[in-house]
């Protein structure tokens, strides 16, 4: 369980410029082995919010907790998948996996085989040896996903992971997202500016305002789990996407 209270946080201006109020008491809580959906506009604090779960930033005022544990710096607990895929380029793709397990100093063989195993999970078997840069964009996101789960956190944080694919490879991965955690059930805190990402992931969609980030609505999904491939031919996405168009659209009216 993920619990936020009191969340505030300011950057300092550039020179010449006022500081940025990015978050201003956001309260929130998810549950656990929840897949929740951070949406709002450009800007509105949801990386921020997300680096604070992490432990990746501090707060000004306010605490974020983990499972009862107040969170103060990064922990074993928690794994983040970045849009930009975050690679080792000097690195192979069994080694990038098995980074963070090197880090916790996890045995050669032992890292070795739990890499190989998720690296066949997320479709890359026969890639082990090949390099960030002998793959796709698609190809390197499933890296970056399987290096997160090596660690086997109970809450994954992602930041748009997929924003940055064209339409085809974001659909299937975000597929393969699902059905990973069907099999192994996580906390999931998900920034996206997609309404059709975020319907089609979510048990609940965050709406936040603009900046400074709050709170401004929390939309259940009331849609079948597991989602079934076609979920966006059912009446009730379409309701719920454009549900979410209009109170974007309305911040920015």
């Not at 975000?174 to 192994?184: F, G, I, P, Y």
């Not at 992931?201 to 401004?216: E, F, I, K, N, S």
Request: charged share 25%; glycine share 8%; hydrophobic share 40%.
């Amino acid at each position: 369980m993920i619990e936020l209270r009191g969340c505030s946080k300011t950057y300092p201006g550039k020179p010449g410029q006022e500081p940025v109020q990015a978050l201003d008491n956001l309260e929130l809580e998810i549950h656990a082995n929840e897949f929740v959906c951070l949406l709002g506009p450009s800007g509105c604090g949801k990386t921020t919010l997300l680096k604070a779960v992490a432990g990746l930033i501090p707060l000004d005022s306010g605490q974020v907790r983990v499972d009862g544990q107040l969170v103060t710096g990064p922990g074993t607990d928690r794994a983040m998948v970045f849009q930009d895929f975050a690679l080792l380029p000097w690195a192979d793709v069994i080694a990038n996996v098995a980074f963070g397990l090197e880090l916790r100093g996890v045995p050669l063989a032992d890292r070795e085989r739990t890499a190989r195993d998720l690296i066949s999970t997320v479709g890359l078997a026969g890639f082990e040896r090949h390099y960030p840069r002998q793959l796709s964009g698609g190809m390197q996101q499933r890296v970056g996903l399987a290096r997160a789960l090596a660690v086997n956190p109970r809450t994954l944080l992602m930041d748009e992971p997929f924003g940055a694919l064209d339409a085809q490879t974001r659909r299937l991965l975000q597929e393969d997202l699902l059905r990973l955690l069907d099999r192994d059930p996580k906390t999931v805190l998900f920034v996206t500016h997609s309404m059709d990402e975020a319907v089609r992931l979510a048990d609940r969609v965050v709406v936040m305002t603009r900046r400074p980030g709050r709170v401004q609505d929390i939309v259940p999904v009331d849609l079948p789990r597991p989602r079934p491939a076609e979920v966006d031919r059912l009446p009730r996405f379409a309701e719920l996407t454009e549900y979410l168009w209009q109170e974007l659209k309305a911040m920015n009216q």
